[in-house]
């Protein structure tokens, strides 16, 4: 057994369910595929569940979950909030700061001094430290304790905090990166002047699965064309954006063009559309693919993805997708598969949406490019192939 | 590395075409004043930091606040749906309404001029800016044409 080659990922919450980001969710898919090819993997992360409050909700120690030893330590107590959130404001408004007081934005991030403490006492056991995502404090602390064998997994979008220089240093520091996509792996190498050639893409694989589109409209009387949205609802996703400009799309065109919603957080819709949301909360895996299946375009509003996993769910569900063309990643998903199209403003969205709708042959079609793109390059057997390399 | 891992085509859709298309349409469109108006420049009000980049989107945008930014307080008719007692429920809205206007239109015509200030602001910077640029462009290609060739 000694000689099996040992792994550990390094995240702020362990994803146990759909409460937690993409990121977590990446990161455990890719540790489940790694304990599949006999990897020995450990995943060391905190005992928090809920990302405002980051209230230790677990009980620290050792859990095996799918073959993954998962590490659960505390969140350290004493966080200085009023000095995190006020350098977090400046730092959001995109405000000179020092690099102290960038310090001290970190040192009262979140943290846990017992993680900080395994790693140094343990981590020479590991042939590779994967940690992620960046903006997190512990994945800056814990990156110093290793960095000869850690590969940093960012999921970086392009926003303030991609500009610290106490990020920089981190990505200089490690021995390598792993990135989702090209256009994430080019903006490392524009902001941090990276030799891409220590680097891999490699994304997360997806598993095909069958859907039943009339089932879902009939479950929800649903007689309306709709687009879709599943994921977190919230400014930095775009949600007001795809609200104010399916409102103004109503009422200009006069079609009755529902949105249905699955995910969590909080939303204010504009009264007139109010009425016109199918806000499904949770839902299970098989509900949220049909009801992306059936819709005229899964619409992604966020121009801050490192890789959207959602989008391409919804091609292999089959259905188009209408992204904001700011958003580089999901732009070049869509130039690459065919299978979308984009907006910079809500005329284009409007003759976008419109081109769909009256399109039956060409959402389809659309579809259809999405999904040979998702099966090309996002099977599990090519994510596999492109991880081991890049582990290697 | 390869670049060329994610490179795929699909049969018969060429997605950048179709935006291309797209986008002459808008174009177009906006030349005919087909989206000007408050409604757009409402639609826009969480986009505009995603606009940044784009200088001509800019221009559109300010056209729409331009359309938008004086609210219209003049008198309105009163009218009354429900035909029982309508002659005295609208008489009872006109009164209500005499009353009130004296207060409201004040409220009003100074929300208008502080709109309208804050418009002839903005403009005002978008200009100082685009002219400060421009004079500093021209700088730089002055300077550039005093460099020896390489």
């Known amino acids: 057994m000694s000689t099996l080659p040992r792994i550990a990922f390094v995240s702020p919450r362990f994803s146990e369910g759909p409460t937690v980001g993409g990121a977590e969710t990446l990161l455990r898919q890719l540790a489940e595929r790694l304990v599949v090819k006999g990897w020995q993997v450990d995943y060391l992360t905190t005992c928090a569940r809920n990302h405002f409050t980051w209230e230790n909700e677990i009980l620290p120690?050792?859990?095996?979950?799918?073959?993954?030893?998962?590490?659960?330590?505390?969140?350290d107590s004493g966080r200085d909030l009023d000095t995190f959130i006020s350098v977090q404001n400046r730092i959001s408004r995109g405000a000179e700061i020092t690099r102290d007081e960038e310090l001290s934005w970190q040192k009262n991030n979140v943290n846990s001094q017992a993680l900080y403490q395994y790693?140094?006492?343990?981590g020479h056991q590991y042939d590779r430290i994967v940690m992620g995502p960046y903006l997190f404090a512990l994945v800056y602390f814990s990156s110093q304790i290793h960095p000869d064998r850690t590969l940093l997994l960012p999921c970086l979008h392009d926003e303030s905090f991609a500009y610290l220089k106490t990020v920089r240093e981190m990505f200089l520091n490690v021995k390598g990166w792993i990135f989702n996509s090209e256009p994430e792996q080019q903006l490392a190498r524009r902001l941090y002047g990276l030799d891409i050639s220590k680097s891999h893409i490699v994304g997360m694989?997806?598993?095909?699965?069958?859907?039943?589109?009339?089932?879902f409209r009939q479950r929800h009387q649903?007689?309306?064309?709709?687009?879709?949205?599943?994921?977190?609802?919230?400014?930095?996703?775009?949600?007001p954006i795809l609200l104010d400009y399916l409102e103004v799309f109503?009422?200009?065109?006069?079609?009755?063009?529902?949105?249905?919603?699955?995910?969590?957080?909080p939303y204010d819709p504009p009264p007139q559309l109010a009425p016109h949301i199918l806000d499904l909360g949770f839902v299970p895996e098989k509900e949220k693919h049909d009801a992306m299946s059936g819709a005229v375009a899964f619409c992604h509003p966020s121009v801050n993805e490192s890789f959207s996993i959602v989008i391409l769910e919804s091609w292999l569900a089959g259905a188009p997708v209408l992204v904001h063309g700011a958003g580089e990643v999901m732009l070049d998903h869509c130039r690459k598969s065919n299978g979308g199209l984009w907006f910079r403003n809500y005329p284009e969205f409007e003759e976008s949406l419109l081109?769909?709708?009256?399109?039956?042959?060409?959402?389809?079609?659309?579809?259809?490019?999405?999904?040979r793109y998702v099966q090309a390059h996002y099977s599990w057997s090519s994510v596999e192939s492109r991880l081991l390399a890049a582990l290697s | 590395m390869s670049t060329g891992l994610f490179e795929i085509g699909a049969d018969g859709v060429d997605s950048q075409k179709i935006m291309a298309e797209i986008q002459e349409t808008v174009a177009a469109k906006m030349q005919s004043g087909a989206y000007a108006g408050a409604q757009l420049a409402r639609a826009e009000r969480f986009n505009l930091m995603n606009m940044k980049k784009d200088e001509n989107f800019f221009d559109f945008y300010m056209e729409s606040l331009r359309e938008a930014v004086f609210i219209d307080i003049n008198d309105f008719e009163i009218r009354e749906r429900r035909a029982a007692f309508a002659p005295l429920l609208v008489k009872?809205?006109?009164?209500?309404?005499?009353?009130?206007?004296?207060?409201?239109?004040?409220?009003?015509?100074?929300?208008?001029?502080?709109?309208?200030l804050l418009l002839s602001a903005t403009e005002e910077v978008d200009k100082k800016y685009r002219d400060k640029i421009k004079s500093l462009e021209e700088r730089i290609v002055k300077l550039e044409s005093r460099l020896p060739p390489p």
């Open chain 1, 119 to 122: 790693l140094k006492t343990e």
């Open chain 1, 61 to 75: 120690g050792r859990v095996s979950i799918a073959g993954i030893t998962v590490h659960y330590f505390p969140v």
């Open chain 1, 355 to 371: 081109l769909l709708l009256t399109r039956q042959g060409l959402r389809e079609s659309m579809g259809k490019a999405g999904k």
């Open chain 2, 92 to 116: 009872l809205k006109k009164t209500i309404w005499g009353l009130l206007k004296f207060y409201t239109y004040r409220l009003w015509s100074q929300q208008n001029q502080v709109n309208g």
């Open chain 1, 205 to 215: 694989g997806l598993a095909e699965f069958a859907t039943d589109p009339a089932a």
């Open chain 1, 250 to 265: 109503r009422e200009r065109t006069g079609v009755d063009m529902k949105l249905v919603l699955t995910g969590s957080g």
């Open chain 1, 222 to 239: 649903l007689n309306s064309p709709y687009l879709i949205y599943s994921g977190r609802r919230e400014p930095m996703k775009g949600t």
